[in-house]
């Protein structure tokens, strides 16, 4: 089983879905602006990553991020961190 190491939500590896999200589904940042595949997006908070005591920093930016559907819908990778999945409400859009 795969964690959020934000939330704690749970599900398997086969249903981890790495589409772009259809039309009808638009994917917003924070205030309400619209993210595409390739943007770049700012954290807005200090996110604590469970298991461990590293914490992604206010600030951080992220380019080329992809869209994704579920409810962790930013895939991206963080320096230090590695690959990880974001809610879009705790990314603004630069």
Not at 62 to 83: F, Q, S, Y
Request: aromatic letters at 4%.
């Amino acid at each position: 089983m795969y964690v959020c190491q934000e939330c704690a939500h749970e599900w398997a590896p086969g249903t981890i879905a790495v589409d772009i999200p259809h039309d009808d589904e638009v994917v917003r940042d924070v205030y309400g602006n619209v993210l595409s595949d390739g943007d770049a997006v700012t954290v807005i908070k200090d996110l604590k990553i469970r298991g461990s005591s590293s914490v992604i920093k206010v600030g951080t930016k992220k380019k080329n991020i992809r869209l994704v559907n579920g409810d962790h819908d930013i895939d991206c990778k963080i320096d230090g961190i590695g690959a990880l999945q974001l809610k879009s409400e705790f990314a603004k859009k630069t």
